[in-house]
């Protein structure tokens, strides 16, 4: 089974920068895509980027686009979300996810993903 560990949260202030790691154990050989997803209270989760794990494809949202990255370092199993210019609409617990198939261009939803991590909370004030 594979486990994810998500951290790197924090509170911040608009324009600030984090970033956000995700650490897989277990049979990672089996990971195909891993990505980030986020949601604010009383809001649904939502996708914010993804990365094929063997070509480092990437995909995100629109509402990122610009202003976060996606990468990967698989000799430690690790994956990243770089954020930049965060702003206070960005506050939302974030939660890696992982699956072990490639995803076509798209809509994407939780219920894609296998693999969770317990999320981490950011909170950007204004």
């Known amino acids: 089974q594979v486990q994810l560990v998500d951290s790197g949260g924090g509170l911040l202030q608009a324009g600030d920068s984090l970033r956000l790691s995700c650490v897989a154990s277990?049979?990672?050989?089996?990971?195909?895509?891993m990505g980030w997803f986020r949601q604010a209270p009383g809001k649904e989760r939502e996708f914010v980027a993804e990365i094929r794990r063997n070509s480092g494809t990437t995909y995100y949202a629109d509402f990122v686009k610009g202003r976060f990255t996606i990468f990967r370092d698989n000799a430690k199993n690790t994956m990243y979300l770089q954020m930049n210019s965060l702003k206070p609409g960005d506050t939302a617990v974030y939660y890696c996810a992982a699956l072990g198939t490639y995803l076509q261009i798209g809509r994407r939803v939780p219920s894609q993903y296998d693999y969770w991590g317990q999320g981490t909370q950011v909170t950007v004030s204004s």
């Open positions: 277990g049979p990672t050989s089996c990971i195909a895509t």
